[in-house]
């Protein structure tokens, strides 16, 4: 035990400057002193220990809007209060996000269905945007910036692909997605705000339009899936399809330019086992977990208690915010041998990267395909690949754990 107070606020996320001098001093003193600690500036509990992490994010009595939380919960509160008024609509964003009970149970298995029929027989796709990239890459000067060459466009050129989207237009897919993301950041500054309002009014025109031009052509893509659902009798109304297409392209692009950044740091800053992996080929699978559990793309997920509870003996009433501290949870020492290294030959055990329960990450299986596609490539085409500087900047983010930049020499 030490008198050391406990973090609290910014000092438990990537907005504090000196959080990763400090990350895994904190994570552990969280965990072990106060493994249930409500948090004043958040207002909500972080739960950092990996069983109960797990037992919040799988359990499907929990809340997921604002709107059912106490005033007294900022981390949500705040966004709904301070959310523009033009993006405003009525009956509130139709995401699976934020859609809970009977609602969500509607409306995500038909989408999660014709993705999931998309990513069965998108890996072509994929290796073929990879090896685009990786050729314009091979003709660059060095050092190579691979957040901005590779782990930023080949997700959004994914995506784009499987939606049937025109990849030409991928600097503005990326523009807008980065715009609707700060819809995350309660407390923004005007300029935020405007670039958050134009990118949510362009990605809702956009996929408006898309979806109007799909019915009156038919094409072999995601978008002509859900709508041909639809013609067949799920209940989905077209703003339900178009606020989820929103989110296959801003998930599926943001997040994963995350995991692969990640993945190759953590490769390349541990040489042995990047070894491994170009020795054994069967351990990508492996490998890619081993970078979801040490490096999440996402730091924290929010719930609202149903009920009363007492994880750990701390009490929680119902309409309290409940943050599942994802990076603590996958480093707890009670669920993982030698948490804190970068073991590609663990034994496999589930965590909690992609949350769970009914929520769990409905991209999951594009973000692993990608992610073993690029890691694959990228190693095979430049096996002296290293890092140009080794001292790396993180994203100023509250939900989100990545890299600003990843320089390499690929020689």
């Not at 990326?174 to 995350?184: Q, Y």
């Not at 134009?198 to 109007?212: D, Q, V, W």
């Not at 002509?224 to 639809?230: R, S």
């Not at 040489?271 to 990508?284: C, I, N, R, V």
């Amino acid at each position: 035990m030490t008198d050391k107070p406990l973090p609290e606020g910014f000092q438990l996320t990537q907005m504090d400057p000196d959080y990763h001098a400090h990350r895994a001093e904190r994570i552990t003193a969280m965990r072990e002193q106060c493994p249930v600690k409500r948090d004043p500036m958040f207002g909500a509990f972080f739960v950092s220990r990996y069983d109960d992490a797990r037992g919040v994010l799988t359990d499907r009595t929990m809340w997921r809007t604002a709107a059912r939380a106490e005033d007294e919960a900022a981390i949500l509160k705040l966004r709904e209060v301070n959310e523009p008024p033009e993006l405003r609509q009525e009956g509130g964003i139709r995401n699976i996000i934020f859609l809970e009970g009977e609602e969500h149970a509607r409306v995500r298995p038909p989408l999660q269905k014709a993705l999931y029929a998309r990513v069965a027989k998108c890996k072509g796709d994929v290796e073929n945007i990879v090896d685009e990239i990786l050729a314009k890459i091979a003709a660059m000067p060095g050092p190579v910036d691979l957040m901005e060459e590779l782990a930023m466009p080949v997700p959004v050129k994914v995506i784009a692909r499987v939606l049937g989207l025109d990849e030409s237009r991928f600097h503005e897919f990326r523009e807008w997605s980065e715009g609707l993301i700060l819809s995350l950041k309660a407390i923004r500054t005007p300029e935020e705000t405007e670039k958050y309002v134009k990118g949510t009014l362009a990605l809702r025109t956009f996929f408006t339009e898309e979806i109007a031009r799909r019915r009156q052509t038919k094409h072999d893509d995601l978008i002509n899936d859900i709508l041909e659902a639809q013609d067949h009798g799920t209940q989905l109304s077209d703003m339900e399809i178009r606020d989820n297409l929103i989110g296959f392209l801003v998930a599926g692009n943001l997040t994963t330019t995350d995991l692969i950044g990640n993945g190759i740091y953590n490769l390349l800053t541990h040489p042995d086992q990047l070894a491994k992996l170009k020795a054994d080929p069967k351990l990508m699978g492996p490998a890619i977990e081993e970078v979801l559990r040490y490096e999440s793309p996402v730091d924290i997920t929010v719930r609202v208690a149903s009920r009363e509870m007492e994880p750990q003996g701390c009490p929680i009433k119902a309409k309290q915010a409940i943050i599942t501290w994802l990076p603590a949870a996958n480093r707890d020492p009670r669920a993982y041998a030698n948490p804190d290294t970068f073991d590609i030959t663990r034994e496999a055990k589930p965590h909690v990267a992609f949350g769970g329960g009914a929520h769990i990450c409905i991209g999951a299986p594009l973000a692993r395909l990608e992610a073993q596609v690029v890691y694959q490539k990228l190693f095979d085409r430049f096996p002296n690949l290293h890092l140009a500087e080794r001292t790396e900047t993180w994203k100023p983010t509250v939900f989100f754990h990545g890299l600003q930049h990843l320089r390499v020499h690929l020689n």
